[in-house]
Each structure stands twice: as C-alpha cells, then as structure tokens.
C-alpha cells in the first residue's frame, strides 16, 4: 500500500474519531445543561458557574464549577466549588463520580459541612433514558460530618456498595463497612472521657437486601425518593473496644415508615454494655435493675450466661427488647 494511501486513512480516521468526540462531547454538555435547566423549570435553584468537557480523544469528563442545587419543595440544598463526572466515550452508562474535599448539605432540620481526603464514587446505568441505577460504589476517605446541631462525625474509610438482588426484582444488595469511625456528640465525649468506651468505633458493617417501592432511576433525584418495604439484615456487626454486637432478621416498613418484624441481637458482652448504658445516666437505675434481671434469665435460658441472643421485635407501632418494652417502634424514612 502506498505511503500515500496510509496517510490519507489516518487522517480520514483522526478526523472522524474526533467528530464522534466532539458529537458526544456536545451531547454530554447539552444533556447536563437541559437536566439543569428542566429542575429550575421544575422550581428547584439550579446554579453553576461554569461546565467543561473535557478527555479527548477517549474520554468525555464533565466539571461543573460552582454548584448550587436545590429542592425548594423537599428543603434541601446541595453546595459544592465543583463536582465531575467523568468517563469513557465508549462507555456512557458506567461514569466515575468525583467531588471536592469540602461541601455543604442543607435539609430542613440542620446544615451539615461535609469534608474528605478522597470522595469517589462508581456508578454504572441499565441502557435507557430512566438512567435506571445498576451497581454503585462510593468510596469516602477521610471523611468528616460536621452539623450545626452540635454533632459531628469522622471516619478513616467509609465504602457503600449496591447492586441488584439476584433472582429478586425489585431488591438491592447494600453492603457498607466503616472503618474507625469516631462519633462525637455530647453523651459520647462524657463516655469517652469517664473511660467507658473508646473513641473510635473500630468496625462497622453492613450487608442487607432491601426491597424498594420503586426503582432507583433519574426520578429518584427529580422527584421523591425510593422508600424502602422490605429489609432484609443478613448481618449488621459493630465493635467499639471490648463491646461486640451483631443484628439479623427480617423487617417490613408500611406506607409511613414504620418499621415490623423482628430481628436477633447478639453480644458477647452485654453486661459491659448494660453498664456502660447505667454509668451514662441516660436511663435510671430503676429501669436498668429490671432490664438486668430479665437479660439474666434470657441468657441463662440460652444456656451460655456471657452471651446474649435476644430477639428484638417490633409490632402494632412498639419495639420490645425480649419481653422488656421500649417504646414506639422506629420510623424509616429516606428523605
């Protein structure tokens, strides 16, 4: 083949793949700048400052600088100096999610500052225009809560990960695990400083499958928020120092939140925990005496005096820890 002829196809190559760049370079800028322009159109504040694409010749990265977004309706504002969304141009439903060490979350009860060393996140997208969510994983390093409601939080890693349920439409696999994590508030730093419980929480973890009244799509964000019908703990574990607590079991949400079902409670040291809960003085001993007798004669009736495996059971709106009532039964909601 001629030289002649090699060069005449790499040029009509160079030229057409970076007219396939530019046309989804164009159309990743327009689809952006529409979906902002529709929220405003649908009473949200949508501001920016500035979007640029950006990648040739393989990627399409997307920065939007100086973002205010907002949900009048809900109560909710969303500020950040940039967030990106970044990808492949081949690959347009898997986008790497990218946003600032520092930033802001508005809802109608608190304002909480948000900062990190790394703030990432995967998301791939079932083929369509829902944008109907397929798997997701954030990754949080160094994160901080900070809330004017006199609350903060921080944790050395925080992963979240969510894929479908096989073999069960409609559910998500949620994993999440956290790692030192150190709450603060004013009962922890009394607990923390009287040497009853360490201040980092070494371990939390997650795995549950959850069953949505609706699918995770773009409506999600645009209007209200998938809730959650069905939840199912396959295993929630925490330690924090000596204490160790793990929760399986099943539980059903009604239309308002509140949660049913039961699930099983067990400690390895429970009785530390007890005391810890008595030491704090959030409930009286008057209260602690009897919890302690009948959490006694539960883990002698197990057959094993250090370890507590107790169900706790929610029902007709009450929550019931073995045959020691609680009070109302917990309401989740996803705002």
């Known amino acids: 083949m ?17 007219a396939w760049w ?6 990743a800028k327009h689809g952006l700048e529409s979906w902002l322009e529709a929220r405003r159109e649908a009473g949200w504040q949508a501001e920016w400052d500035a979007l640029e694409i950006r990648g040739f010749p393989t990627r399409i990265d997307r920065t939007l600088t100086g973002v205010t977004l907002a949900n009048t309706e809900a109560g909710w504002v969303w500020t950040a100096p940039f967030v990106q969304i970044l990808g492949l141009n081949y690959q347009k439903d898997h986008v790497i999610l990218v ?5 802001e979350i508005q ?3 608190q304002r909480v500052a948000i900062r990190g060393d790394a703030l990432r996140g995967s998301v791939t997208f079932l083929p369509g225009p829902a944008r109907e969510l397929a798997e997701a994983t954030l990754v949080f390093e160094g994160l901080e809560l900070v809330s004017d409601a006199g609350w ?11 894929r479908p349920t096989e073999a069960r439409p409609g559910r998500r696999d949620i994993g999440l695990e956290i790692l030192g994590l150190k709450p603060r508030s004013a009962l922890i730093e009394r607990l923390s400083g009287a040497g009853l419980v360490p201040a980092e929480v070494e371990t939390l973890r997650a795995d549950l499958s959850v069953g949505f009244d609706r699918p995770w799509d773009r409506l999600a964000l645009e209007t209200t928020r998938p809730q959650p019908r069905e939840i199912e703990i396959r295993e929630i574990a925490v330690k924090w120092g000596e204490l160790e607590l793990r929760v399986a079991g099943d539980l059903e949400l009604d239309a308002a939140g509140v949660v049913s079902g039961e699930v099983m409670v067990k400690s390895t040291n429970w009785r530390d925990m007890l005391e810890l809960v008595r030491r704090s003085g959030v409930v009286p001993d008057s209260l602690i ?3 302690l007798s009948g959490l006694e004669l539960l883990s002698g009736l197990a057959g094993r005096s250090d370890t507590l495996d107790i169900p706790l059971s929610f029902s ?8 020691v009532p609680l009070g109302p039964a ?3 909601r996803i705002p």
């Not at 030289?3 to 005449?8: A, E, Q, T």
């Not at 946003?99 to 930033?103: L, R």
């Not at 007709?316 to 045959?323: A, C, E, F, I, V």
């Open 2 to 18: 001629r030289p002649s002829r090699i060069l005449w196809m790499v040029a009509i190559f160079a030229v057409g793949w970076s």
């Open 22 to 27: 530019g046309w989804g370079a164009w159309q």
């Open 99 to 103: 946003w600032p060490d520092a930033m």
């Open 107 to 109: 809802t109608p009860y």
């Open 152 to 162: 903060t939080s921080s944790s050395d890693e925080m992963r979240l990960a969510s």
């Open 289 to 291: 005496d009897p919890v």
């Open 316 to 323: 007709n709106g009450r929550t019931r820890l073995g045959p």
């Open 330 to 332: 917990p309401v989740i």
